[in-house]
């Protein structure tokens, strides 16, 4: 039997030599087999495979893509849910006449399928991987009641401004298993912002999973000079109904604990959304909460295809900071909006992925699929 040392087995000849657990799910579909013309002076032809169920959508990449099905049940979380499943809390009236918003997490170690067949021994806040993807609003008061259920210690340290105690860091916030820790404090500033664990070592708890979404939306009368953008990121106003807002984390895993990532995802599952489109109509205009949270490469990127977006850099302005560009890229933490319309499209399939080649073949790469309305 072969003796494999770390030193020896790099991620790539891992993935591409398989023998290792992780292997399965990044071989190439095999389910149907297309003959394709060899590149120039190599005569004999090249193979192409592509996945059997949809393979107009895998073809562009040249069917880089996983094989099979992760178990969302199993999961409890699905992908296509976490776009727009934003976590509200419960609201109540301060004396003040301001509003309280309650948010309640837990903290729990979970086994979760990352890719076909690939289990992850995964962190999380509330059993999912991002953690649930908190919204409030411009100068609310926010609670979030944190009750660690793992079997290690944690915080939630979020990004925003607040007080030294309610860091969530060392002496701050951070609680071992068994306790509860109530972080305290106003909703600010407006913008598109994150929380995770700041256990140490900090690498090692947020590879695990702990990191989710922290979105402060603006106060429409705080902002005269720009109500209606104001208005149009204000959730539940009939501004905001008009916009396809989705959540999406860059995210990507060691399995082998080595230091490096194995897959690449948005929100976790490798490939989601080249199975599974994102379905969006096309004249309404589509806001994405994009974060980044890879660890161990220190840059990622989002591009998308066929169109052009404007880019508020940490949402922490109502105009736009990057106007007109189809890439930006993000280094580990920064998060901001993208906002585009496929209004002077026609419908079909448009990819967006990391512009990474690794990444998007180790699994961030997906589709929207724009449609003329959602039935
Ligand atoms: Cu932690």
Redo the contacts with the bound molecule.
């Keep these: 039997m072969l003796r494999w040392t770390q030193a020896a087995l790099s991620r790539r000849s891992l993935l591409l030599g398989g023998g290792a657990a992780t292997i399965g799910a990044t071989t190439i579909c095999a389910s149907k087999t297309v003959a394709q013309e060899g590149h120039g002076d190599h005569g004999a032809p090249a193979t192409v495979q592509m996945s059997g169920t949809t393979p107009s959508q895998h073809s562009a990449h040249g069917a880089m893509i996983t094989v099979g099905t992760v178990d969302s049940d199993r999961n409890g979380f699905h992908p296509t849910e976490i776009l727009t499943d934003w976590y509200t809390g419960t609201v109540t009236d301060l004396p003040d006449g301001r509003k309280l918003r309650t948010f309640e997490i837990t903290?729990e170690d979970k086994e979760i399928e990352i890719a076909p067949g690939v289990m992850f021994p995964a962190?999380t806040y509330n059993g999912r991987v991002p953690g649930p993807a908190l919204r409030a609003t411009e100068g609310e008061r926010l609670r979030i009641i944190f009750r660690n259920f793992?079997s290690?210690?944690?915080?939630m340290h979020f990004h925003g401004i607040h007080s030294a105690r309610m860091d969530g860091v060392p002496g701050a916030g951070v609680i071992a298993p068994g306790d509860e820790f109530v972080y305290e404090f106003d909703a600010r500033p407006f913008g598109c912002h994150l929380y995770h664990?700041h256990?140490l070592p900090l690498a090692r708890?947020l590879h695990?999973g702990?990191y989710g979404l922290f979105v402060v939306d603006p106060d429409p009368a705080r902002h005269p000079d720009h109500q209606d953008v104001a208005k149009s990121r204000l959730l539940g106003s009939p501004e905001n109904a008009e916009w396809q807002e989705l959540a999406m984390i860059m995210n990507a895993f060691d399995t082998n604990f080595d230091g490096e990532n194995e897959f690449y995802a948005c929100n976790t599952i490798a490939h989601c959304y080249a199975k599974e489109p994102i379905r969006i109509e096309k004249d309404r205009p589509v806001r994405i909460y994009l974060v980044n949270i890879t660890e161990f490469d220190p840059i990622n990127s989002f591009h998308l295809h066929g169109n052009f977006f404007d880019y508020f850099d940490q949402g922490t302005t109502l105009t736009p900071t990057l106007r007109m560009v189809d890439l930006i890229m993000q280094c580990q933490a920064q998060r901001g909006l993208l906002e585009f319309t496929y209004r002077e499209h026609e419908a079909g399939l448009y990819m967006f992925h990391a512009h990474q080649s690794e990444f998007t073949e180790l699994g961030w790469m997906g589709m929207f699929d724009v449609v003329e309305t959602l039935s």
Excluded at 152 to 155: V, W
């Design positions: 903290a962190w793992g290690h210690p944690h915080s664990c256990a708890h695990k702990m």
